[in-house]
């Protein structure tokens, strides 16, 4: 085993506990700021609203208009609030689609940035935003955009859907697999990976089981955080490319195509590297992709891709566009294997 490597640890502050997003104002204080504005998705705006009444003073009201792919327009109406509120920093609650509004915001005015996630996603522990303008996606990587405190309290994620815990989960699972192989991977990443496979291992069937059961939930942030982290801090390759070109191109929804996608790519990537993916075997029991495609089936997630609306024919131009400025990876792509691969997942075949 190589012992070169290079390594640095996130400026990022993690703070974890049952009734810790209570202490928000706290470190909004902590930060040298005096006023909060809270964001949200429509959906989660009674929630934001509760986290802004307990900030009382500290809060500068709630934008409540967070949608996924972080389209610029959404950005440039938080903007003006922000403008107008004489907001000093922002407090997001929710998850990859608020985190990314709370992540514009401040690779436009370097506000600083409380996140306080509800799903296993994992943006709030990188330094990455994917913004949408006129239908097109692009991605930049800047310090100003690493959120500088997150908060993981798992009593606010017990109303997360159990299909939406599910597909979340297999979505950071994602990131951790593809840690385990990344050319610029560490000693840390490989250990924070392992550790983020395995606490979804156990607390994804557990959730299914009891979602409302605390313990559980803090076990998927546990992991949230684990697998974030990591996507965060070593580069990510096929699978991430294909989900990518899938949801960019197709509008297919994030979590879900990544869950189905999953023993797929990583059955792939397995005959490169067995090494390397021997924990996955490990952790999920038999084979890597037929070990994780048993864990996903059995917690009920989506399986195949014709059940997100895409035809056989998308899978032609899928697999023309993921070899087109592919990201590096363990093993070699052509446009025939990953039209294969792709064809596999749209059927929703158990892979070997
Ligand atoms: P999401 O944030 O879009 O949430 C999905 C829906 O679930 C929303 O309506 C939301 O309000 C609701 N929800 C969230 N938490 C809830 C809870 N606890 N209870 C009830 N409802 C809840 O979905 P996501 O999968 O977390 O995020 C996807 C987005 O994040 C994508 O745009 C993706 O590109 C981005 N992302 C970015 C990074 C990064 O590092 N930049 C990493 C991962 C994901």
Redesign the pocket.
């Known amino acids: 085993m190589s012992r070169t490597f290079s390594y640095q640890g996130s400026a990022a502050h993690i703070v974890f506990g049952e009734g810790r997003s209570q202490t928000a104002g706290e470190w909004i204080e902590k930060l040298g700021c005096s006023r909060a504005l809270v964001l949200s998705?429509p959906?989660?705006k009674a929630d934001a609203e509760g986290v802004a009444a307990r900030l009382g003073p500290l809060s500068a009201g709630v934008f409540a208009g967070a949608v996924?792919?972080?389209p610029v327009e959404v950005t440039e109406a938080a903007m003006e609030v922000v403008r107008r509120s004489g907001a000093d920093c922002v407090v997001s609650l929710?998850?990859?689609?608020?985190t990314?509004l709370g992540k514009a915001i401040a690779y436009r005015t370097d506000l600083p940035q409380v996140v306080i996630p509800?799903?296993y996603?994992?943006?709030e522990v990188?330094s990455?935003?994917?913004q949408t303008e006129g239908g097109r996606k692009t991605t930049v990587k800047d310090a100003r955009i690493l959120p500088e405190v997150v908060i993981y309290d798992a009593a606010?994620?017990t109303?997360?859907?159990v299909g939406?815990s599910v597909t979340?989960g297999l979505?950071a699972m994602a990131h951790a697999m593809e840690a385990l192989y990344a050319q610029d991977r560490n000693p840390i990443s490989s250990l924070m990976a392992v550790e983020g496979l395995r606490a979804f291992q156990s607390a994804l069937p557990a959730i299914v089981a009891t979602p409302g059961d605390l313990a559980v939930r803090a076990d998927g942030l546990y992991g949230a955080w684990l697998c974030g982290t990591v996507?965060?801090t070593v580069g990510m390759a096929l699978h991430h490319k294909i989900c990518h070109t899938l949801g960019g191109t197709f509008d297919t929804p994030?979590?879900e195509t990544h869950a189905i996608m999953l023993p797929h790519t990583a059955s792939f990537n397995a005959v490169a590297v067995p090494e390397l993916l021997a924990p996955v075997a490990e952790i999920f029991g038999g084979s890597v992709g037929g070990g994780l495609w048993d864990f996903a089936k059995s917690i009920g997630a989506p399986m195949a891709l014709q059940h997100l609306g895409l035809t056989e024919a998308d899978l032609d131009r899928a697999s023309q566009i993921a070899v087109e400025n592919p990201y590096w990876n363990p093993r070699p792509i052509d446009k025939r294997s990953i039209r294969e691969l792709l064809q596999h997942a749209w059927e929703g075949n158990r892979p070997t």
């Open positions: 998705t959906h989660q996924m792919h972080t929710g998850g990859g689609s608020t990314g509800t799903t996603a994992g943006s990188t990455i935003l994917g606010l994620t109303g997360l859907p939406l979340s979505n996507l965060g994030h979590a």
